[in-house]
């Protein structure tokens, strides 16, 4: 089981990233999968969720990012759209099962997390 997270960079302030999260070794349509980001001196706070074609935001990413789902490509992908220096940190991707959706944001309910992508918005 194995979760790849990748697609971040530098870009400037109002400017976008698709983040990709690809999983090999199982079917990621069974699991919820997250989108968490961690700025240094940071906790891991939650950014996205997607379980049964429900979605979740954080309050300071609605509006901006989109997650989605592409069962064929077995990838989940978060559009993060006008990006601000705010949204500075590494982004992870995890897997989650038979997760209550009231319990998306707590990083210990995910079993699997892709190695992070560092997501950079400055100018």
């Known amino acids: 089981v194995q979760l790849q997270a990748s697609g971040g960079g530098l870009v400037q302030p109002g400017g976008s990233l698709r983040l990709s999260c690809a999983a090999s070794?199982?079917?990621?349509?069974?699991?919820?999968i997250g989108w968490f980001r961690q700025a240094p001196g940071k906790e891991r706070e939650g950014v996205s969720f997607i379980n049964v074609g429900r979605k979740f935001y954080a309050d300071s990413v609605k509006g901006r990012f989109t997650i989605s789902r592409d069962n064929a490509k077995n990838t989940v992908y978060l559009q993060m759209n006008s990006l601000k220096p705010e949204d500075t940190a590494v982004y992870y991707c995890?897997?989650?099962?038979?997760?209550?959706?009231?319990?998306?944001?707590?990083?210990?309910?995910?079993?699997?997390w892709g190695q992070g992508t560092q997501v950079t918005v400055s100018s």
């Open positions: 995890g897997s989650a099962s038979r997760l209550p959706l009231s319990l998306w944001r707590a990083p210990p309910n995910y079993a699997y």
């Open positions: 070794g199982f079917a990621l349509d069974d699991y919820g």
